[in-house]
């Protein structure tokens, strides 16, 4: 009697049209377990909670800062550790544990990194003086509606204080400081219209115009890589350093998790940890469109080949990529630090009084993570 699952992913090629291609993989290879998966947008995919998910749906493709609250309300069934992280990109694997256990699997795996066109920019910028020089001229882009401003402004200033953001407060004054002058000239130097958009929307506009050719802050989509996707291929290299390092990228990504309620839990489970193996993840999941977040597929010379060198020229930013707090409140406080920093920097604010406001809020975490 065939098994029938339903799984919740978010509305994009990267993150539907790879679990699509697994499930019928899965059931062509004589699984009698059959998928149907429907779809959020991606700002659902970043704030919804997943109560009413859990409910109704057998698999999940969520973010990792959800993990903590879900699992301390039981909505998330516990996962083997298959591989371990040593088998996942950076700390993919790790931003899905909670407490002692695994509560998701990183099948893709994703973090800030700097988007270009190589035909309208042969040697893309590695420094900050070198990306203000570019936006002066007129051809930088950066998302920055309120989520992304926010990953901006923990990006920078994990990377200038040489550790994660939002562990005792929210960031040391002097690199709060620095990060924000930056974003600040970064802001006055790119359309406004930046202000109110996402990666995909800033990708899709490099891909499609030629008035622009470099961002130096968004998620990676290797999709945008490959060809034949957009009109114009976008590769991807690692965010402009800082001391000589690609450091403090805040972590992404997509992680496939089981509901506690599923009626069919081996199914799910043994579905769950088969799209997560090496094999899957480098085949027919990344083939699929997906962006996986296991080593082998991110050293894998023929996916190097089909997207412009996505992912060997972005690992770095990976393996030295910024972990947000694992705390149970943590969505609660990211959600009011996203307004925050967004109407600072377009108000112009100076840094002290939005530092302020988010020292309080993170200290309201505590310091306590069971993460890891």
Same mark, same amino acid.
């Given at each position: 009697?065939?098994?029938?699952?339903?799984?919740?992913?978010?509305?994009?090629?990267?993150?539907?049209?790879?679990?699509?291609?697994?499930?019928?993989?899965?059931?062509?290879?004589? $699984?009698?377990?059959?998928?149907?998966?429907?779809?959020?947008?991606?700002?659902?995919?970043?704030?919804?909670?997943?109560?009413?998910?859990?409910?109704? #749906?057998?698999?999940?493709?969520?973010? $990792?800062?959800?993990?903590?609250?879900?699992?301390?309300?039981?909505?998330?069934?516990?996962?083997?550790?298959?591989?371990?992280?040593?088998?996942?990109?950076?700390?993919?694997?790790?931003?899905?544990?909670?407490?002692?256990?695994?509560?998701?699997?990183?099948?893709?795996?994703?973090?800030?990194?700097?988007? #270009?066109?190589?035909?309208?920019?042969?040697?893309?910028?590695?420094?900050?003086?070198? &990306?203000?020089?570019?936006?002066?001229?007129?051809?930088?882009?950066?998302?920055?509606?309120?989520?992304?401003?926010?990953?901006?402004?923990?990006? @920078?200033?994990?990377?200038?204080?040489?550790?994660?953001?939002?562990?005792?407060?929210?960031?040391?004054?002097?690199?709060?400081?620095?990060?924000?002058?930056?974003?600040?000239?970064?802001?006055?130097? &790119?359309?406004?219209?930046?202000?109110?958009?996402?990666?995909?929307?800033?990708?899709?506009?490099?891909?499609?115009?030629?008035?622009?050719?470099?961002?130096?802050?968004?998620?990676? #989509?290797?999709?945008?890589?490959?060809?034949?996707?957009?009109?114009?291929?976008?590769?991807?290299?690692?965010?402009?350093?800082?001391?000589?390092?690609?450091?403090?990228?805040?972590?992404?990504?997509?992680?496939?998790?089981?509901?506690?309620?599923?009626?069919?839990?081996?199914?799910?489970?043994?579905?769950?940890?088969?799209?997560?193996?090496?094999?899957?993840?480098?085949?027919?999941?990344? @083939?699929?469109?997906?962006?996986?977040?296991?080593?082998?597929?991110?050293?894998?010379?023929?996916? $190097?080949?089909?997207?412009?060198?996505?992912?060997?020229?972005?690992?770095?930013?990976?393996?030295?990529?910024?972990?947000?707090?694992?705390?149970?409140?943590?969505?609660?406080?990211?959600?009011?630090?996203?307004?925050?920093? $967004?109407?600072?920097?377009?108000?112009?604010?100076?840094?002290?009084? &939005?530092?302020?406001?988010?020292?309080?809020?993170?200290?309201?975490?505590?310091?306590?993570?069971?993460?890891?």
């Amino acid at each position: 009697m065939t098994v029938r699952l339903r799984g919740m992913t978010w509305d994009h090629e990267r993150g539907r049209d790879s679990v699509v291609a697994a499930a019928a993989a899965h059931t062509a290879a004589g $699984h009698d377990v059959e998928v149907t998966w429907e779809v959020r947008s991606l700002q659902a995919f970043a704030d919804q909670g997943l109560e009413s998910l859990a409910e109704s #749906y057998d698999l999940l493709v969520i973010d $990792h800062p959800h993990i903590p609250q879900a699992a301390r309300a039981g909505l998330l069934a516990a996962l083997p550790d298959g591989e371990g992280p040593a088998a996942f990109v950076g700390r993919s694997f790790s931003s899905y544990r909670w407490d002692g256990a695994q509560y998701g699997l990183a099948i893709d795996a994703a973090a800030q990194v700097a988007a #270009y066109r190589p035909d309208l920019l042969p040697a893309p910028p590695r420094t900050w003086p070198e &990306v203000l020089d570019l936006a002066r001229a007129g051809a930088v882009l950066w998302p920055a509606k309120p989520i992304d401003a926010f990953a901006s402004t923990f990006t @920078l200033t994990s990377g200038l204080q040489g550790a994660d953001a939002g562990r005792s407060g929210f960031a040391d004054p002097d690199a709060f400081a620095r990060a924000w002058d930056l974003l600040g000239r970064l802001r006055d130097l &790119v359309p406004e219209a930046c202000l109110g958009e996402n990666p995909i929307q800033t990708a899709d506009r490099l891909a499609t115009s030629d008035r622009w050719a470099y961002a130096p802050l968004l998620y990676g #989509y290797s999709n945008y890589a490959r060809p034949g996707f957009r009109d114009h291929p976008v590769h991807w290299r690692d965010i402009p350093e800082i001391d000589g390092e690609p450091r403090g990228s805040m972590l992404g990504g997509a992680g496939l998790a089981v509901s506690a309620r599923t009626q069919h839990p081996a199914e799910a489970i043994a579905f769950a940890t088969w799209v997560a193996s090496g094999e899957a993840q480098r085949g027919v999941y990344a @083939l699929g469109g997906g962006q996986p977040g296991h080593v082998a597929a991110w050293s894998d010379a023929g996916l $190097h080949e089909l997207t412009g060198g996505f992912f060997a020229d972005t690992r770095r930013t990976l393996e030295l990529a910024s972990l947000r707090p694992q705390h149970p409140g943590y969505m609660a406080v990211q959600d009011a630090a996203c307004e925050r920093v $967004h109407r600072g920097l377009t108000g112009r604010e100076p840094a002290a009084p &939005v530092l302020e406001d988010l020292d309080r809020m993170f200290t309201a975490l505590g310091v306590a993570h069971a993460g890891g």
